[in-house]
């Protein structure tokens, strides 16, 4: 059983990137929110089936829930005592769940009536396996999950196979890429975090700055596309409708919901306090650190678990007239920070060979079937 927050794109291709299409062709998966969901898995040839938890039998039914957010991804009250596959979705920069004492501990009022009303159905991760990229991330994972250190294994993330894999050319921006590398066009990807998880705006970070930038990215030969968070990424202003020639928003059509099919494309990494940045140093590829708010971020936002100056392997930039200096920089020496980006790729990602989903297969198998036998 899948588990999907809402607008959050690129869940099926994590839970379709670990699975053997021989083993769910006969296991029914059901998909708790958007339908186009479920059309991706059928065109992978995996079974999927679109349904309410609280309306069908599913959920009651499953002997596993795959997540990669939050328990509630699933109607836990549905659910019941199945089995909690927990893939996460980054290596955590950001404080997160019981760690995070700014957002995850305000408990909203519809949450403490469920809670009142149900208590005999709180879920947690005593019956969970949870996936890692490496022992530091761990700890952070039994902390924030409350879970016990044995159910977490140290697989590497399913979706960071992709930096070892040849270039998917299925998707719909494909063509547009490889055409921009024949040109010899440098392609950067700008990915900022999203902002009190959608409620606070966050285009007066880079907005003003596109024209000039553009003309920048002009003169370098160089294009720059920008993935917004999924909780931003609905918006209806007019940010994303303005045409430059040399950067282009993206829209999850236009990589089949999933930014790892693009992220191999690029040349170099732009962003702030994503966790996108651990799973790029897998590339060596050139990462700027756009920091601009990083004292509002923290305040109001969230706390990190470690100094960022210390775990952020590339130039800080204060402005975006920075951002274009270091763009030129790299250009010239793509080495520039190369040895601090070795260092904290291997501080947080013990494999680095593109094998995270075979292990991660093997975890679940034996997760769910405990006589399971690897070979």
């Not at 040839?45 to 009651?60: E, G, R, S, V, W």
Request: hydrophobic content about 35%; charged content about 20%; glycine content about 2%.
């Amino acid at each position: 059983m899948l588990g999907l927050e809402k607008n959050f794109p690129t869940i099926p291709n994590i839970c379709s990137s670990i699975s053997q299409p021989t083993i769910l062709k006969y296991k029914q998966y059901g998909s708790q929110k958007i339908s186009k969901h479920s059309i991706f898995l059928e065109n992978k040839d995996l079974n999927a089936i679109t349904f309410h938890p609280l309306k069908d039998y599913y959920c009651p039914k499953s002997k596993s829930r795959v997540i990669s957010t939050s328990l509630t991804d699933i109607c836990e009250y549905a659910a019941g005592n199945t089995k909690i596959i927990q893939l996460w979705h980054g290596t955590p920069l950001k404080k997160i769940m019981n760690d995070d004492t700014l957002t995850f501990k305000k408990t909203t009022l519809k949450q403490k009536l469920s809670q009142i009303v149900f208590p005999f159905f709180k879920s947690d991760y005593s019956k969970a396996l949870i996936v890692s990229p490496s022992q530091e991330v761990s700890e952070i994972f039994s902390s924030a999950f409350l879970a016990k250190k044995t159910s977490i294994k140290l697989t590497g993330y399913p979706r960071n196979d992709s930096f070892f894999m040849p270039h998917d050319t299925s998707f719909p921006l494909a063509q547009q890429l490889q055409l921009l590398k024949k040109e010899q066009c440098s392609i950067g990807i700008y990915m900022p975090t999203h902002r009190q998880e959608g409620k606070s705006e966050i285009f007066s970070l880079f907005y003003s700055a596109l024209p000039q930038l553009n003309k920048t990215l002009k003169q370098l030969n160089t294009a720059l596309f920008v993935k917004l968070h999924f909780y931003h990424n609905q918006s209806t202003g007019t940010e994303q409708t303005v045409s430059f020639s040399n950067i282009f928003f993206i829209k999850d059509e236009d990589i089949n919901q999933d930014i790892y099919n693009l992220l191999p494309y690029t040349d170099f990494l732009i962003t702030d306090y994503s966790s996108i940045y651990f799973d790029y140093l897998l590339t060596d590829k050139p990462i700027i650190f756009t920091p601009f708010d990083i004292q509002e971020y923290i305040t109001k936002d969230r706390t990190f678990y470690f100094d960022y100056t210390a775990v952020t392997p590339g130039p800080k930039a204060s402005d975006w007239n920075e951002v274009s200096e270091y763009i030129k920089k790299f250009k010239q020496t793509p080495s520039f920070f190369s040895k601090e980006r070795s260092a904290l790729c291997a501080r947080f990602n013990k494999y680095c060979e593109g094998k995270a989903c075979q292990r991660v297969y093997f975890e679940v198998m034996k997760f769910l079937y405990p006589n399971h036998n690897e070979k």
